[in-house]
């Protein structure tokens, strides 16, 4: 037998950590990593906080998990700050992200549905999205490398170019539910979307009767220094998917809907066993106790404003292999002019930092929220040695 027993579906480096304090994580070795990836943009407190530890701690030796057949004290409190917090009224709890995109999709499709409209099932979404490994998640982009060999996929999607607002609003037909998108697209190379484009999405779904389903699993809870990236373009969508951030390292998940647009989900069209269990809710309370703190959301967009900045004045001491930054408050991302996935390799194996390739050839940097100054000058000090000695490959 040559498959290994963990199903060898990603292609693992040789970092293995063990532990993690604050930034940094500690290998099986005993290598230190500055950690500015944070598991794709989920460790948003660093690693080993002690209010989410605590918090965790302390509901494992109270009570795990409960059937959602019982009444949840829980769930209705981590439900009730959220709705407190953003425009939504009503709240899902899932496990990951992809289950979040897949309450998203439900819900808008059974919007239509109960307004007696069930012919309304198309989500118009955008090219390099990435919105989970679900079969539903996986149909919503039009992305092959996801989607080779598992089709049939599901029907009800319509692929536009991202930002792209006319080409967009040219797929609108009788069959169009709404919009599925990212207001930053994160695997597809921290790609902004334009004020225009955001801001016209939403108002054509006003004009015909459509629902605007954000997908803010990676660029929302603080990582762009407000509490939801769309607060950035000053609108509201009706529904939103939410993951990584929300539990720091604990596998939560969430859809958030207004009372509108979530009226087609009532008793028995949904649910989960684990989604929102008392575990999974302590570590959702602690992660908000933190982050709605008074200055935590302001400090995130002054340490992306220094990142940024470092990098920027980086960038004309190795043009040869860095070309621009991109993205918003600790959402960034240092596009290369070469193939970003080797340089990635290289800071990490020669420099013991941690970053994530995407596409477009950039490089993301996800850094805990709660990094100050020292990381940041760690940071560029690791990425400026690196550039000074990494050669690309010729045919990158
Ligand atoms: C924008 C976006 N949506 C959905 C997902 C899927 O989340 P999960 O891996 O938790 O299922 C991701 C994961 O990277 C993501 O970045």
């Given at each position: ?123 118009i979404?955008f090219d ?30 319509a692929y536009a170019k991202f930002n792209d607002l006319e080409g967009a609003l040219a797929l609108i ?24 484009f955001?801001?016209g ?196």
């Open positions: 037998m040559t498959i290994t027993p963990l199903m060898p579906v990603y292609p693992r480096c040789g970092v293995r950590p063990v532990r993690g304090e604050g930034a940094y994580l500690f290998g099986e070795d005993g290598q230190q990593y500055l950690d500015f990836a944070s598991g794709i943009a989920v460790n948003a407190l660093g690693h080993a906080h002690p209010r989410l530890t605590k918090a965790i701690a302390d509901q494992a030796a109270t009570l795990m998990h409960v059937s959602n057949l019982y009444g949840s004290p829980q769930g209705e409190h981590l439900a009730q700050r959220l709705v407190d917090n953003t425009f939504a009224d009503t709240v899902f709890f899932t496990n990951s992200g992809a289950e979040a995109v897949e309450c998203a999709i439900k819900t808008a499709r059974r919007y239509h549905f109960a307004n007696g409209n069930p012919q309304r099932h198309t989500l979404t390099t999205a990435f919105h989970g490994r679900t079969l539903g998640a996986i149909s919503a982009t039009n992305q092959a490398k996801m989607r080779d060999g598992f089709e049939p996929l599901l029907p009800g999607f037909d009788d069959n169009t539910a709404g919009f599925l998108v990212e207001p930053i697209q994160g695997e597809g190379g921290i790609r902004q979307a334009s004020h225009e955001l801001t999405l939403r108002k054509a779904c006003d004009e015909h009767g459509l629902l605007l389903v954000l997908d803010e699993v990676q660029c929302g809870y603080g990582r762009t220094g407000k509490f939801f990236a769309h607060e950035l373009y000053g609108i509201t969508p009706d529904i939103m998917a939410v993951a990584k951030g929300i539990g720091g390292g604990f596998p939560l998940g969430a859809c958030l809907a207004t009372e509108e647009a979530a009226k087609g989900m009532v008793a028995g069209t949904h649910g989960s066993t684990y989604g929102g269990n008392p575990l999974a809710m302590a570590a959702g309370e602690a992660i908000l106790d933190v982050m709605l703190e008074d200055g935590f959301l302001e400090n995130v967009t002054a340490m992306g404003d220094r990142l940024r900045q470092g990098l920027e004045q980086m960038i004309p001491n190795h043009d040869h292999l860095f070309d621009s930054v991109r993205g918003t408050g600790l959402m960034l991302g240092l596009k290369l002019k070469s193939d970003s996935r080797a340089f990635v390799a290289f800071a990490r194996d020669n420099h013991n930092l941690l970053l994530v390739s995407a596409g477009e050839n950039v490089v993301r940097i996800l850094p805990p929220l709660v990094i100050d100054e020292s990381h940041i000058a760690e940071c560029i000090d690791k990425l400026s040695t690196a550039a000074r000695v990494y050669v690309p490959a010729a045919d990158d």
